[in-house]
Structure formats: C-alpha cells, structure tokens
C-alpha cells in the first residue's frame, strides 16, 4: 500500500488523541459519575503497557501470533485491572485528597519499578522487541492499522461509558459520588461499587497502555510520565467532566490542536522539538485548566444534565 | 410500649458519637409498632441516635436489635436491606439524580414492584408525580423533604427514622408532613422514629416520646402522660 502521501507524524498525532479520549473517558466515570480523582492513571497506564511487553518479550510461549499477542494483551488488560482493585481498597474509604495522594503515590511506584527493575523491564535503556500482530506491507500501513484498531476499542469504550449513563449502575454511581452516607443508607454496598469501577475502569486504562506499547514498539519508564495523567484530567475538565462526550471535545481542543495543527501545520523552528515543545505543551494545557476553572468551571458542555435525559428516556 | 408487646427495635447500653467524642451515653429503649418520638434540645443527640441506628455512626458500646436480629456490627447497607429506613436531616436527596431517579435508588432493595412502590409514593406526594423528570438539586426545601421520605419509603421499611422533617419548613409544609406521618402510619402500619424540634407537633401524632438529655434518655412515656413541667425539665429550661 502506497501511503507516502500520509506524514508518520500525522498518524501519531491521531493515536495519541484516540488513547487519550479513552483514558478520558475512563475518568469520567471515575470522576464525573463518582467523583473520584484518580491522578493514578499512567500507573494503571503502565501497568497494562509493561505487563503485556514483559509477557510478550520476555516469555517463551508455545504458540505465535497472534495467539501469543492476544493472550500477552489480555493478561496485561487483567493486570492492570487487579492493580485497580488493589489500589481502589487502599483508597476506596479515604477522602478526596486521600485518593488523589494515594494514586498519584501507586502511579510514581509504577514509574519506580520500571525503572529499577531492569531485569524484567530494560530500565531506563528500555525494552525492545515488541511487534504488531499482523504485516498488512510497510511501517506505515501497520501502524494506520493500529490506529483504526485502537479507535474501534475506545469507540467500544464510548458505547460503555453511554450505556452506563442510562443503566441503574450509572444511577449507582451518581448517587454514590453525591452523597456516599445517603447511599449506604439507602442499601447500598457503596464500598464494593467503587471497588468494581476502580477494577473496570483500570483494566480499560491497562488496555489502552498495552496498545499504546504496541504503537512504540519501545517501552521506556518515560512513556509513563506524569503529562499522559495530566493530558487526561485536563482535558476532561476542559471538555466537561460530566459529560459522556467532555473527554472527547476536551481532547481535541488540547492535544489535537497542540499534536495535529502546533506540530505538523504551524512553522515552529525544528531546535524547538526536542526540548520547548513539551513544556510549551504542558504550559498550555496548564493555562486553558485554569482559564476553563475561572470562567466555565462545568466544562465547554457544562454540567450534567440528568433532567434532560429522563426527559428524553421517558418523553416526558 | 402501648400496641405491641414484642419490640421492632431493642437497645442497650448505647455508646457512640464521633472520633473520640461520646455524644450518646448508654442508651436503652425499646420500640414497637408505634410511632416513637425522640425530642430534646439542640445537642442532646437525637440525629447522633438516628444516624447510630442506621449504622452510618460506628457503635463505642451497647447492642441494636432489630426484629429479634442482632445488627450491631452490621454495615449500613445491609442494615438498610433489613427494612431500615432513614431519612437524614439534611443532604436527605442526591442533587445530581431528577426526582425520578433518586426514587429508583431508594427502590433498588425491596421486594415489590418498582413501579407499583413509585406510584404510592406519587400517591402519597402528588407534587413529586409533577416533577419527577426535575434534578433533586433545583427542588424546594419542602419538596426536598418529600422526595427524601418517598424515597425512604421505596424500601418497604418496617421502620422508618425521620430526622426532624420539619426543620426550616414554613407552617404550611409544616402541617402537611405531619399530616402525612400519620398518613404513612395509618397506611402503612410502618413503626416511626421521629425526632423533633416541634415538640407540640410530635407529640400530636406519637404513641410514645423519649426526651433526651445531654446525650442520656431523660425520660420515655406514653404521650398522654407527658407534662409540660417533665419536658422542660428534660430541656433543662
């Protein structure tokens, strides 16, 4: 397949915005349905991302792929949702900062144990080896592939997160994040609800991570830097963390206008790649936080609107 | 207790409070099929007794049986499937849910049908049927208050604790939800915990009062034979 019309830099750019919109989506039910704030989530990230590389790399299994590749993936996806339960009865009774302190602490343990455990992991060298599970004929139409394959996942990701809103579980969570005494009260294991969301929504997140090692082929403790947490929050925020589209909208505003128009569309000197970009990056998401906290503090989509959707549901 | 000999709820030796505090100090009392009032001054602990009985507060001593059970040690959630039903005095309603949906949380344990339970509930607050599609967040202080006990009463509890439902209402919501206390009572047959500040009201529609006192019951009698000389003596006034 002949892609030379079709910049690399173009293909990452839209990668890097679909797994974004799925973390963001993912915390949006964590943080605008129950109002957890998980600043953990390239620890979950990670998790999926180097526990699928290891098991891919690492073992000797008795069949290839795409076998070896779909079992690697799963188990990376398990992994990560174990840690999220792990984690989710750690800080599933603490406060607001509590759990903030405490996954952005397993997120940091995450990035640690990368980085020490050279054995397993590579270290800071990193770890090579990693392959797509197909050759549909050159770099470039593997990873157009990929991406299609990864926007398929987290359009599955947006069906759950709509399906969700109008499920009693939705409800569940809604209420829980509301007014978490009022709940139990009310027969509600509140406790095992947030244990379970912590547990889904992770292995989301692990997914996410594994694929996103597939796409770089090249797995370094810096992939699990504290932006791709930031990159999530930020934008749901900005896009509406209620909203089951906020992350979406959010993403695209951030990271498509700074990945996709900054980078491939706007005459920025090429010096400025390696070191003020990224921080130029970060600077400005930084700011559009802060801008979209003073002015619109529901986000561009604003609130949730639980009223209208009754309404259309029972057409009344 | 003056309709039923066998108690829905026992109490003994009551202890608790918050963190190191102990705002109940070994309370014992019984309730049977009756509507029980608890009255006392501001900081006597009748919203500490409620929130103890629902298993929201952790017990520092004494034992809660419910129905013959022991339920003590017991979570609030599960307390709540035995048929304990609470409605707090403030924050009773998740702002976020319309009415119609905070309705069905109340009504995800019981064991009859949603939609038959809802319609009493709509039956008994007309003014909840209206705005069952509105958020619980945007309502009035009175409807509030409604949707909190119809949304309680989606249980199907056998015993139901209000904590001073009146509180900040106007005189007409005030008339009303004592009205529909008895209402719920006659229809019912639910036992009642009510705790209050309007001590007239109460007593209007309760079988027996309990008047606590820094945390003690001060006194427990029928209605009939309260005089005002004990109450104020309880209120320490």
Redesign the interface.
Same mark, same amino acid.
């Given at each position: 397949m002949n892609l030379d019309w079709l910049d690399a830099f173009l293909i990452y750019g839209f990668f890097t915005i679909v797994v974004v919109s799925g973390l963001g989506l993912l915390l949006h039910l964590q943080l605008g349905l129950a109002r957890i704030a998980n600043f953990g989530v390239v620890g979950f990230f990670g998790i999926g991302m180097y526990s699928f590389g290891v098991l891919y790399v690492k073992v000797d299994w008795p069949f290839g792929d795409p076998w070896q590749f779909l079992v690697c993936i799963a188990a990376g996806t398990l992994a990560a949702g174990l840690s999220g339960v792990v984690v989710g009865w750690l800080v599933g009774d603490l406060n607001e900062d509590g759990v903030l302190v405490g996954t952005l602490g397993f997120a940091t343990a995450v990035f640690i144990l990368a980085t020490t455990e050279k054995e397993l992991t590579g270290g800071a060298q990193g770890m090579g080896g990693l392959q797509f599970p197909y050759d549909v004929g050159g770099v470039k139409a593997n990873e157009l592939l990929w991406l299609v394959i990864t926007a398929a996942v987290v359009g599955g990701i947006v069906f759950y997160v709509w399906r969700v809103h109008r499920s009693p579980y939705g409800r569940l969570l809604v209420a829980v994040g509301s007014n978490e005494p009022l709940a139990r009260s009310l027969g509600k294991p509140t406790f095992r609800t947030k244990l379970w969301l912590f547990a889904v929504t992770s292995a989301g997140m692990g997914l996410l991570g594994a694929m996103y090692g597939v796409m770089e082929r090249f797995l370094r403790p810096t992939n699990l830097g504290v932006d791709i947490t930031l990159a999530a929050m930020v934008a749901l925020v900005l896009g509406g963390s209620a909203r089951v589209w906020g992350a979406v909208v959010g993403v695209v505003l951030t990271v498509g206008f700074f990945d996709i128009i900054v980078q491939n569309y706007l005459p920025v000197p090429v010096e400025w790649y390696s070191q003020a970009l990224p921080v130029m990056r970060e600077a400005l998401f930084g700011a559009a936080l802060i801008l979209v906290l003073m002015f619109r503090p529901f986000g561009i989509l604003g609130d949730m609107r639980r009223d209208k959707l009754m309404r259309s549901l029972h057409g009344d | 207790m003056s309709e039923t000999a066998t108690p829905i709820l026992e109490v003994r030796g009551l202890r608790s409070g918050y963190g190191g505090v102990t705002v109940l100090k070994g309370l014992d009392m019984d309730v049977g099929n009756e509507v029980f009032a608890v009255l006392g001054a501001n900081g006597a602990g009748k919203t500490t007794l409620l929130a103890t009985l $629902?298993? &929201?507060i952790p017990l520092q001593g004494g034992t809660i049986r419910f129905r013959g059970n022991e339920v003590s040690g017991l979570?609030?959630?599960?307390t709540?499937?035995r048929g304990v039903g609470?409605v707090?005095q403030e924050?009773?309603?998740? $702002?976020? &849910?319309?009415v119609?949906?905070n309705l069905?949380?109340?009504g995800?344990?019981g064991q009859r049908d949603r939609d038959e339970r809802m319609a009493e509930v709509f039956g008994l607050f007309p003014d909840l049927a209206a705005l069952?599609?509105?958020?619980a967040g945007t309502l009035s202080g009175g409807e509030s208050r409604m949707l909190a006990c119809g949304?309680?009463l989606m249980?199907d509890p056998k015993l139901l604790l209000l904590d001073e439902p009146t509180a900040g209402l106007s005189p007409l919501y005030v008339d009303m939800f004592f009205e529909k206390v008895r209402e719920i009572r006659a229809t019912r047959g639910v036992s009642i915990i009510l705790a209050e500040q309007n001590a007239t009201k109460a007593l209007a529609v309760a079988d027996r009062v309990m008047v606590l006192s820094l945390g003690e019951a001060f006194l427990t009698e029928e209605t009939g034979s309260l005089t005002t000389e004990k109450l104020k003596q309880g209120y320490r006034i």
């Open positions: - | $629902a298993r &929201l979570p609030a959630f599960e709540a499937g609470y707090p924050k009773g309603v998740f $702002a976020d &849910l319309s119609f949906e069905c949380v109340g995800m344990i069952r599609t509105q958020l949304r309680a249980q």
